[in-house]
């Protein structure tokens, strides 16, 4: 009924910038709060920054400055710019989307996507 796929993940260098998409689709009635979060290798999943309907954003401390999210809500999508990259950075990053979708009735609940790579290394 929907799906969340990352793109943009890879290798960088210290330093360096990436960025990540993340793209909904399906029987989609609305899309209200989107994010990312990520899960660094021996640690628990965090979040690194939110973004609401209305365009406002909440980042992670350790990302602040560095990090800016953005949504193009015609295409279903939310962007994750990532700036000054340290290999703290290095995690499999996933999209989360609270979405109202139709199946059978209206539904209404966060979805994931599959999670992109990013590793920062020199």
């Known amino acids: 009924q929907v799906q969340l796929v990352e793109s943009g993940g890879g290798l960088v260098q210290p330093g360096g910038s990436l960025r990540l998409s993340c793209t909904a689709s399906?029987?989609?009635?609305?899309?209200?709060?989107m994010g990312w979060y990520r899960q660094a290798p021996g640690k628990q999943r965090e979040l690194v920054a939110t973004?609401?309907?209305?365009?406002?954003?909440n980042y992670a401390d350790s990302v602040k400055g560095r990090f800016t999210l953005s949504r193009d809500n015609a295409k279903n999508t939310v962007y994750l710019q990532m700036n000054s990259l340290t290999p703290e950075d290095t995690a499999v990053y996933y999209c989360?989307?609270?979405?109202?979708?139709?199946?059978?009735?209206?539904?209404?609940?966060?979805?994931w996507g599959q999670g992109t790579q990013v590793t920062v290394s020199t």
């Open positions: 989360n989307a609270d979405i109202s979708f139709m199946y059978i009735q209206v539904g209404r609940r966060d979805f």
């Open positions: 399906g029987r989609i009635f609305n899309i209200y709060d």
């Open positions: 973004i609401t309907s209305g365009l406002s954003t």
